[in-house]
């Protein structure tokens, strides 16, 4: 079965400071990833996405992620945190075999102290 | 385009109620998921479709709940008859081809008294 796990449900940072959030998959073909952002009240956005091609992907307001396949990991970062960066952020997997299906891990709540 | 249209944003219904979940997925994409969001159980994936097509609905927690795709641009996620404990958000999105993300709607939040 193909999943996804994200640690730590919350991670508090300072302002300024690098964001480190993790993802780990387990698949047996190479999934589809993606990184959503959710601010309070509003749906889910794209943040970024890696397919295939460079494993090092960027995204939109700073973050990046890289795909290591040996570690079947998909970390998010940001040199820099800002105080707009407070959200819950959720890694997704998409599978590339006949389903198709699109599923999310349980998602990393993201603290910004000033 | 708008991007994937939910309705009604809030819903508040009384227990034993049929509550009925709208979605218009963005035009052109054949993908549609809906999803629901709880703080203890996170985001989960109910069911979802393509081409209109009901794929895995392994997802869908009860009888009572049930999803259909009439055409390529409106979805609809029903509950009868509503409980507390269906008490959540529900999202809706859709994908173009299988190899693309998804685009998320603003959701419905179903609050069952």
């Known amino acids: 079965a193909q999943s996804v796990t994200q640690l730590g449900s919350h991670v508090s940072v300072s302002e300024g400071a690098l964001v480190l959030l993790r993802c780990n998959y387990s698949s047996s073909v190479p999934p589809y990833l993606f990184w959503y952002v959710q601010y309070p009240n509003q749906g889910l956005q794209l943040l970024l996405k890696y397919t295939t091609g460079a494993t090092l992907v960027k995204g939109i307001n700073g973050f990046e992620a890289e795909f290591k396949k040996s570690e079947t990991s998909f970390h998010l970062t940001k040199p820099s945190a800002h105080m707009s960066d407070a959200a819950e952020y959720f890694c997704a997997v998409r599978r590339m075999d006949s389903s198709y299906k699109l599923i999310f ?3 990393t709540r993201l603290l910004v102290r000033p | 385009d708008a991007g994937v249209i939910q309705s009604p944003r809030h ?11 709208r979605c218009k997925p963005i035009s052109g994409h054949d993908y549609l998921f809906w999803y629901r969001q709880t703080m203890m159980r996170g985001l989960e994936l109910l069911i979802y479709f393509n081409n209109n097509v009901p794929i895995d609905d392994s997802g869908m927690p009860e009888d009572r709940f049930s999803a259909k795709m009439p055409n ?3 979805s609809t996620l029903k509950i009868q008859p509503s409980e507390p404990r269906d008490s959540a958000v ?12 998804a685009f998320f709607g603003q959701g419905t939040r179903l609050t069952v008294v």
């Open chain 1, 105 to 107: 891990g349980s998602g």
């Open chain 2, 11 to 21: 819903e508040v219904t009384e227990m034993g109620q049929e509550v009925t979940l």
């Open chain 2, 72 to 74: 390529a641009s409106f």
């Open chain 2, 90 to 101: 529900y999202f809706c999105a859709s994908s173009f081809r299988a190899f693309t993300e």
